[in-house]
């Protein structure tokens, strides 16, 4: 018998709002299967937190839900969120319905979206929830820019002397929260290091393109125009920042630092902070600091014995200038990541003499084209950017994890012919350390992986040469001594070598009282969510902001409403 997805998610919905309203954690629970996933998102505490298992679920449930704390459980009525029949890897290959509906708290609106699965007695029960706290009451999202006049002139005058919150770093970052912010009332100031805005992306290698699809890497509130290429390549991106803060009003300050050592009145709940904006000092207090230099912070060149020696052009990847300038020269990339791979086959393509590959440990590759096809069934292009990252973000990245572990064999036989070619270049090559695959090594470790756009073909008909399993010991006049003795002759030596951390990055700027505060800010946590990011770091009026479009993007919400519900005096700083 056909299922009624309209009639089983009404039944649910309805136990749970009793439930929630009642604060049964046991009717709650029992409305979970006993192996089912809940996300909260600032709804029943002011942080980021996942919940696997229906005993975790209880416990978390017991310690936050208060009597009439969650009320007026009804469908959402965006059309994308009506309930529907879906079949989802992990589930048993059972046909579940999912849907999405919204709730009322003291304080604010809130979102919410299940995946409902049957139990071993046909009674459907939750697979996934994801509780959200989407605006808070009286302090709504506006989402339309104020009317340009004099009174929003004099509020841009003010927001450079005296801002609520200073944004470090003008990449995507920076310039999305900003956006949010900006919707939301929060008094913005934007600085950068660099002298134009989009540089972060500008400076880098000439051939860089975003491996993934536009509808992905988009910028809040702002599509690309419908020609815009599925791939940005670097110079488009750019300019595209460079542009965004005009249409959204945005306030950043470009050859702009953030001297070192700010200090925090916990009385007053602001910083003293100093900023060098083209060479002359500026006192700021804000209340909130937020670093958005990048998940990619400070690059990391190892420290190679001899290196003084060496006759031949050393660089970082994030400053290679381009193969062109490399024709007929020998080069060695040290790393097998993203940004190795698209150098070798640039240096490849413009004439290099030869290109070696040089790798120390097993990297994960899938295809780029593999990966775009299911970024295209999870951002369409007919459904709202909103809505597709909210479904996105509704399987907690644990769960993820799990399931693509589980299902890491089926993606490693679509990927066989590519693989085979890799190996036979001498490539060690895997879907990571636990077969996470690619996009959970980018939250935890962000690297270890690359997308292929025709890399392996160089590597498997020997275009470019792989060393693999050794590192760098020695710089000679003319090349590389390697861990296993071997030289190579080298005239080019790109470190594709990573970054540090942003925390590690910033780490000079804060002295010792406010670093032994911080936590760790990269990687994930025993819940698999994101280290110190767009939610408390252990310092009051510091946070910090790191990944991709996506991440930054829909998160921005999550950290906007945090700082917000502290400026109305609804939560106190830690």
Same mark, same amino acid.
């Given at each position: 018998?056909?299922?009624?997805?309209?009639? #089983?998610?009404?039944?649910?919905? =309805?136990?749970?709002?009793?439930?929630?309203?009642?604060?049964? $954690?046991?009717?709650?629970?029992?409305?979970?299967?006993?192996?089912?996933?809940?996300?909260?998102?600032?709804?029943?505490?002011?942080?980021?937190?996942?919940?696997?298992? *229906?005993?975790?679920?209880?416990?978390?449930?017991?310690?936050?839900?208060?009597?009439?704390?969650? +009320?007026?459980?009804?469908?959402?009525?965006?059309?994308?969120?009506?309930?529907?029949?879906?079949?989802?890897?992990?589930? &048993?290959? *059972?046909?579940?319905?999912?849907?999405?509906?919204?709730?009322?708290?003291?304080?604010?609106?809130?979102?919410?979206?299940?995946?409902?699965?049957?139990?071993?007695?046909?009674?459907?029960?939750?697979?996934? @929830?994801?509780?959200?706290?989407?605006?808070?009451?009286?302090?709504? !999202?506006?989402?339309?820019?104020?009317?340009?006049?004099?009174? +929003?002139?004099?509020?841009?005058?003010?927001?450079?002397?005296?801002?609520?919150?200073?944004?470090?770093?003008?990449?995507? *970052?920076?310039?999305?929260?900003?956006?949010?912010?900006?919707?939301?009332? #929060?008094?913005?100031?934007?600085?950068?290091?660099?002298?134009?805005?989009?540089?972060?992306?500008?400076?880098?290698?000439?051939?860089?393109?975003?491996?993934?699809? %536009?509808?992905?890497? =988009?910028?809040?509130?702002?599509?690309?125009?419908? =020609?815009?290429?599925?791939? =940005?390549?670097?110079?488009? $991106?750019?300019?595209?920042?460079?542009?965004?803060?005009?249409?959204?009003?945005?306030?950043?300050?470009?050859?702009? !630092?953030?001297?070192?050592?700010?200090?925090?009145?916990?009385?007053?709940?602001?910083?003293?902070? +100093?900023?060098?904006?083209?060479?002359?000092?500026?006192?700021?207090?804000?209340?909130?600091?937020? /670093?958005?230099?990048?998940?990619?912070?400070?690059? #990391?060149?190892?420290?190679?014995? %001899?290196?003084?020696?060496?006759?031949?052009?050393?660089?970082?990847?994030?400053?290679?200038?381009?193969?062109?300038?490399?024709?007929?020269?020998?080069?060695?990339?040290?790393?097998?990541?993203?940004?190795? /791979?698209?150098?070798?086959?640039?240096?490849?393509?413009?004439?290099?003499?030869?290109?070696?590959?040089?790798?120390? *440990?097993?990297?994960?590759?899938?295809?780029?084209?593999?990966?775009?096809?299911?970024?295209?069934?999870?951002?369409?292009?007919? !459904?709202?950017?909103?809505?597709?990252?909210?479904?996105?973000?509704?399987?907690?990245?644990?769960?993820?994890?799990?399931?693509?572990?589980?299902?890491?064999?089926?993606?490693?036989?679509?990927?066989?012919?590519?693989?085979?070619?890799?190996?036979?270049?001498?490539? %060690?090559?895997?879907?990571?350390?636990?077969? &996470?695959?690619?996009?959970?090594?980018?939250?935890?470790?962000?690297?270890?992986?690359?997308?292929?756009?025709?890399?392996?073909?160089?590597?498997?008909?020997?275009?470019?040469?792989?060393?693999?399993?050794?590192?760098?010991?020695r710089f000679t006049e003319n090349g590389l001594v390697l861990t296993d003795g071997t030289e190579l002759s080298a005239d080019l @030596?790109?470190?594709?070598?990573?970054?540090?951390?942003?925390?590690?990055?910033?780490?000079?700027?804060?002295?010792? %009282?406010?670093?032994?505060?911080?936590?760790?800010?990269?990687?994930?946590?025993?819940?698999?969510?994101?280290?110190?990011?767009?939610?408390?770091?252990?310092?009051?009026?510091?946070?910090?902001?790191?990944?991709?479009?996506?991440?930054?993007?829909?998160?921005?919400?999550?950290?906007?409403?945090? $700082?917000?519900? #502290?400026?109305?005096?609804? $939560?106190? &700083?830690?």
């Amino acid at each position: 018998m056909a299922l009624d997805p309209q009639r #089983i998610a009404l039944e649910w919905m =309805t136990a749970l709002g009793a439930a929630l309203h009642d604060a049964d $954690i046991t009717a709650v629970t029992s409305l979970f299967l006993t192996s089912g996933w809940l996300r909260d998102f600032l709804t029943l505490t002011w942080d980021l937190r996942t919940l696997e298992g *229906s005993q975790k679920i209880a416990a978390y449930l017991s310690g936050s839900l208060r009597k009439g704390q969650l +009320t007026a459980v009804r469908f959402d009525d965006a059309p994308a969120l009506a309930p529907r029949t879906f079949s989802l890897p992990g589930t &048993q290959g *059972s046909t579940g319905v999912e849907f999405g509906f919204v709730f009322e708290l003291p304080h604010g609106h809130g979102r919410g979206h299940a995946r409902l699965v049957p139990d071993a007695d046909g009674a459907f029960r939750a697979f996934t @929830v994801l509780l959200m706290l989407h605006d808070l009451r009286g302090h709504e !999202e506006l989402r339309k820019l104020p009317l340009l006049d004099d009174v +929003t002139d004099v509020a841009a005058r003010d927001v450079e002397t005296d801002p609520y919150a200073l944004i470090v770093g003008a990449g995507q *970052s920076g310039l999305q929260i900003a956006a949010r912010f900006k919707q939301m009332n #929060i008094p913005s100031l934007v600085i950068d290091r660099n002298a134009r805005l989009g540089d972060n992306w500008r400076l880098r290698y000439p051939t860089l393109t975003l491996h993934s699809i %536009n509808r992905q890497h =988009t910028l809040l509130y702002q599509p690309y125009p419908s =020609t815009w290429p599925e791939l =940005t390549p670097r110079e488009k $991106i750019s300019n595209w920042l460079e542009q965004y803060p005009v249409t959204q009003d945005l306030v950043v300050w470009m050859s702009t !630092e953030l001297k070192a050592h700010p200090q925090y009145d916990a009385n007053a709940g602001r910083w003293d902070v +100093t900023v060098v904006r083209n060479g002359t000092e500026i006192q700021l207090h804000p209340s909130h600091i937020v /670093m958005a230099t990048g998940q990619a912070g400070r690059p #990391i060149v190892p420290n190679i014995d %001899n290196s003084e020696l060496f006759r031949g052009h050393t660089v970082h990847s994030s400053r290679f200038p381009g193969g062109k300038h490399f024709a007929g020269k020998r080069a060695v990339v040290v790393g097998a990541g993203n940004s190795a /791979m698209d150098i070798c086959q640039d240096l490849v393509a413009k004439g290099a003499e030869s290109v070696t590959m040089i790798q120390r *440990s097993s990297t994960c590759v899938v295809s780029r084209d593999f990966v775009n096809e299911f970024q295209r069934e999870k951002w369409p292009a007919d !459904e709202p950017l909103e809505i597709s990252d909210f479904k996105f973000m509704t399987v907690p990245l644990a769960l993820l994890k799990k399931l693509s572990i589980a299902g890491q064999q089926a993606v490693m036989d679509a990927h066989k012919d590519l693989h085979d070619k890799l190996r036979k270049g001498g490539l %060690n090559v895997d879907m990571g350390p636990e077969g &996470q695959g690619a996009y959970l090594l980018y939250y935890e470790k962000g690297g270890g992986f690359w997308l292929d756009k025709g890399g392996s073909e160089l590597i498997g008909n020997g275009s470019v040469k792989v060393k693999s399993g050794v590192s760098v010991q020695r710089f000679t006049e003319n090349g590389l001594v390697l861990t296993d003795g071997t030289e190579l002759s080298a005239d080019l @030596v790109v470190f594709a070598t990573g970054y540090a951390t942003i925390r590690e990055s910033n780490a000079e700027l804060f002295d010792e %009282n406010v670093l032994k505060r911080i936590g760790p800010v990269s990687g994930l946590d025993d819940e698999g969510e994101v280290n110190g990011s767009y939610r408390p770091c252990g310092h009051p009026g510091l946070w910090f902001a790191t990944g991709d479009f996506l991440l930054s993007r829909f998160l921005s919400k999550s950290l906007a409403l945090q $700082i917000k519900a #502290i400026q109305i005096g609804l $939560i106190q &700083q830690a």
